[in-house]
């Protein structure tokens, strides 16, 4: 496992409790186009920050019970078929057209991110890993630019503790993940660094409970729960990648998006509508399904709960942890001398509070007290992964 480390680092590094580095109490941080206002954030205490986020839409309508039911459906898995939305407004007695509307302006109003394939990085040839760095709060501006230009990396997060940045990185087939991590944390200071790639998979999938009491059941999954690994091989023939290329795209909101997508292909809807299924069924994809907007759909508060458990109870504790909703991804991941945590379980919830509290009984439900929950205090990336980049 390569780690960076820097003599004299820790003379560097400005602490607060327990060693977390703190930012400053006015700043704000302009990285990859986007305005980051982290004023007044220390990262050692974020409840009134995150606690006050509150639930806001882009323009004055709000969601009812009808919007609900259409995004607990397009979330767990879109159907692949000629006629989507006719489809989801079958199971929910509406007509295509006003599902189609109200696709539209849920994504008007910033609750879906966007409607795609989710592939299975692992299964097209990509090596990817969870990175932390210890970063210097003089130095966060630099290095996290210098993370954040390269396309590999989707997440990028400010969290409390010693090692304070943390980003997801996937590299392609020709590329060492061990060398691009060295290269971006020599070019951004020479930081001590973890790579921490996932070991097993417990659970990937990100099911938000957008649904208020009374409304019904959760719309079972058609397609079954997201798969853990591949079990067909990827062949990178140029029509595959192209296909890939175009559905990681947002779905077009038409009557009939598979039809449009197959035409900009060159080829015929059932053809690419066969291949999508194909690659589900093989875990090459992992699902096709809308990406809710955590914050606009109510859930402000998200947190990283990081375990050390004894290694003959990991396969365990992470089955009894993904069996639980309210966790969205659960990994096995290296213990390291300086890191010692190998469960890792991504909880979200409306305050950081729930967060907590979900922890706690998580904790209790694997029988393993010794936790941190690490709060996410900034986020300086997060987009949808493109795979095949230029």
Partial sequence: ??????PGFADDLSSGPSGAALLPRRAEYIVADHRIDITGLPTHDTDEAVDNVALTFRGDRKLDAKDRLI????????????DPFGVIGGALKLD???????????????????ISAIFNTGALGYRSSLVAMAVPEKRLRETVEVINRYPGVSHNYLRPCPYNVWYTIAVPPEESLESKVA?????????????LPAIKKYKLAVVLD?????????????????????????????????IVKCVQEDLPVVPSPFAEWAGQLGMFEEALLGCLSKWLQQGIMRRFAAILNHRQA??????????????????????????CHEVSHCYHRPSLPEWPYNLYAMVHGRTMDECRNIAQRLASAIRNQDFQVLVSTAEFKKIRLKLFWD
Avoid: Y
């Fill in 96 to 114: 295509a057209g006003e599902v189609m509307e109200r696709v539209k302006g849920l994504k008007e109003q910033g609750l879906v991110r966007q």
């Fill in 183 to 195: 290269g971006l944390s020599r070019d951004a200071g020479g930081w001590p660094t973890l790579v």
């Fill in 1 to 6: 496992m390569w780690r960076a480390d820097k």
């Fill in 71 to 82: 995004l607990d459906r397009i979330q767990r898995a879109f159907p692949l078929v000629s």
């Fill in 210 to 242: 957008v649904l208020d009491e009374g409304e019904g059941e959760p719309l079972q999954e058609t397609t079954g729960p997201a798969s853990l690994e591949a079990s067909g091989a990827f062949h990178a023939t140029g029509e595959n990648v192209s």
């Fill in 298 to 323: 109510g859930f402000g508060a998200n947190g990283m709960v990081v375990w050390r458990c004894l290694q003959e109870r990991l396969d365990e504790a992470g089955r009894i942890l993904a069996g």
